[in-house]
């Protein structure tokens, strides 16, 4: 059965970022429960996604112990601290904690519950230490690229959780342990940024969640309100971050796979031919069109690249458009080859599962001494 969407009312730009939010939603992989078929990326995701589900599970813990005054403890209320929305001291913290376990949460303010929730992100979500996770998620699976393109066969899951445990945990530390070239620095570099703006925005937008919860349950207390029905503060707590976890992961496994196929890209010689693979049950029409296309690496800088045939750092689609057609003015017109995605280094969309393997051809990485890193870790343990 077909759809018909009436546009015409919609002012160009409004119209654009509509089809362009339709074939985007067609495109994206919803199921982030679905392993990935690398050892390498598969481990990666499930360890970052259980060190966030740590943070996570203890968040919203602390949040309803601390509004079902589980904390309370009688005694003289001190002044209430001044500031909101800031970060604090350790000293400042422990003078917001005391407040708060003295006062019943019966008798707080609507500021005090924002600064309770306030404190518990600053408590057991802090920014360094969400930066730290990202970086040594975003380290560890770029240099697994680096890592396939020093194998001449696909890892085993044994090999993986060798390797994982013997990767650096930064990119001072990579740079340090490992002769990387000044493509795989800069690659390092933009990963661990990337995800450290993602984990810190995943924190901010909790943050506002959990506000807005938190809000919402204490003007129905304050008011006299009745609850609504099946919503309840641990109900919704509970709904929000189930969301929060599948967030959580979605960065997880965009990142890390991500991560991983540039890795690999920018540990390969020029010339060396790399085929597109994604087949798994859940890839989308987009991806699938280009399941077994050969590509050949070339040098960022190569003057006339041809985009069809040819792979490099850098090549991505971010400001590329998944529609097919633009509006310009009350028409729908063709986009041009340069306005729509095409083949990516790294992944086509979020939650995307594609993957880069050599062909038979194929050259080594020109690492020897990685090379000679990895058959070392080899030897120690059994495969």
Same mark, same amino acid.
Request: hydrophobic share 40%; aromatic share 8%; proline share 7%.
């Given at each position: 059965?077909?759809?018909?969407? @009436?546009?015409?009312?919609?002012?160009?730009?409004?119209?654009?970022?509509?089809?362009?939010?339709?074939?985007?939603?067609?495109?994206?992989?919803?199921?982030?429960?679905?392993?990935?078929?690398?050892?390498?990326?598969?481990?990666?995701?499930?360890?970052?996604?259980?060190?966030?589900?740590?943070?996570?599970?203890?968040?919203?813990?602390?949040?309803?112990?601390?509004?079902?005054?589980?904390?309370?403890?009688?005694?003289?209320?001190?002044?209430?601290?001044?500031?909101?929305?800031?970060?604090?001291?350790?000293?400042?913290?422990?003078?917001?904690?005391?407040?708060?376990?003295?006062?019943?949460?019966?008798?707080?303010?609507?500021? @005090?519950?924002?600064?309770?929730?306030?404190?518990?992100?600053?408590?057991?979500?802090?920014?360094?230490?969400?930066?730290?996770?990202?970086?040594?998620?975003?380290?560890?699976?770029?240099?697994?690229?680096?890592?396939?393109?020093?194998?001449?066969?696909?890892?085993?899951?044994?090999?993986?959780?060798?390797?994982?445990?013997?990767?650096?945990?930064?990119?001072?530390?990579?740079?340090?342990?490992?002769?990387?070239?000044?493509?795989?620095?800069?690659?390092?570099?933009?990963?661990?940024?990337?995800?450290?703006?993602?984990?810190?925005?995943?924190?901010?937008?909790?943050?506002?969640?959990?506000?807005?919860?938190?809000?919402?349950?204490?003007?129905?207390?304050?008011?006299?309100?009745?609850?609504?029905?099946?919503?309840?503060?641990?109900?919704?707590?509970?709904?929000?971050?189930?969301?929060?976890?599948?967030?959580?992961?979605?960065?997880?496994?965009?990142?890390?796979?991500?991560?991983?196929?540039?890795?690999?890209?920018?540990?390969?010689?020029?010339?060396?031919?790399?085929?597109?693979?994604?087949?798994?049950?859940?890839?989308?029409?987009?991806?699938?069109?280009?399941?077994?296309?050969?590509?050949?690496?070339?040098?960022?800088?190569?003057?006339?690249?041809?985009?069809?045939?040819?792979?490099?750092?850098?090549?991505?689609?971010?400001?590329?458009?998944?529609?097919?057609?633009?509006?310009?003015?009350?028409?729908?017109?063709?986009?041009?080859?340069?306005?729509?995605?095409?083949?990516?280094?790294?992944?086509?969309?979020?939650?995307?599962?594609?993957?880069?393997?050599?062909?038979?051809?194929?050259?080594?990485?020109?690492?020897?001494?990685?090379?000679?890193?990895?058959?070392?870790?080899?030897?120690?343990?059994?495969?």
């Amino acid at each position: 059965m077909g759809l018909f969407l @009436d546009l015409i009312n919609l002012s160009e730009r409004a119209t654009n970022a509509g089809l362009e939010y339709i074939y985007k939603s067609v495109h994206d992989h919803d199921d982030g429960d679905t392993p990935h078929e690398s050892p390498f990326v598969r481990r990666l995701i499930e360890l970052f996604h259980q060190r966030g589900l740590a943070y996570l599970d203890v968040v919203q813990a602390e949040l309803l112990k601390w509004s079902t005054g589980k904390y309370h403890k009688a005694g003289e209320v001190p002044p209430p601290p001044p500031g909101m929305m800031q970060r604090w001291t350790p000293a400042e913290a422990d003078l917001v904690r005391i407040y708060l376990r003295a006062l019943p949460p019966s008798e707080w303010t609507l500021q @005090d519950h924002m600064m309770m929730v306030d404190y518990v992100f600053q408590r057991y979500l802090p920014s360094d230490a969400l930066v730290a996770e990202s970086e040594w998620m975003a380290t560890r699976s770029t240099l697994m690229g680096k890592v396939q393109a020093n194998l001449d066969k696909p890892p085993s899951f044994s090999q993986a959780d060798v390797i994982l445990a013997a990767l650096p945990n930064t990119v001072a530390s990579a740079v340090e342990q490992f002769a990387l070239s000044r493509i795989e620095r800069s690659v390092l570099d933009i990963a661990a940024t990337k995800a450290a703006e993602y984990v810190t925005n995943f924190s901010d937008d909790a943050r506002r969640q959990m506000r807005g919860i938190i809000r919402r349950h204490a003007e129905r207390q304050m008011l006299k309100v009745k609850g609504i029905p099946g919503r309840a503060l641990q109900t919704e707590l509970a709904d929000a971050f189930a969301t929060l976890n599948r967030d959580w992961r979605r960065i997880a496994v965009t990142e890390a796979g991500n991560n991983a196929l540039v890795g690999l890209i920018a540990g390969l010689k020029p010339g060396t031919k790399v085929k597109r693979v994604e087949q798994y049950a859940s890839a989308c029409i987009h991806c699938r069109r280009i399941d077994g296309r050969v590509m050949t690496v070339v040098p960022p800088d190569k003057p006339n690249k041809d985009p069809d045939t040819e792979i490099w750092v850098g090549k991505d689609n971010y400001g590329r458009s998944s529609a097919p057609r633009k509006r310009v003015g009350d028409q729908l017109v063709p986009r041009s080859p340069e306005e729509l995605w095409w083949v990516p280094a790294g992944l086509m969309h979020p939650n995307c599962r594609g993957r880069w393997v050599q062909v038979l051809e194929a050259a080594a990485g020109d690492d020897p001494e990685f090379a000679a890193w990895l058959q070392e870790l080899f030897s120690k343990k059994p495969n």
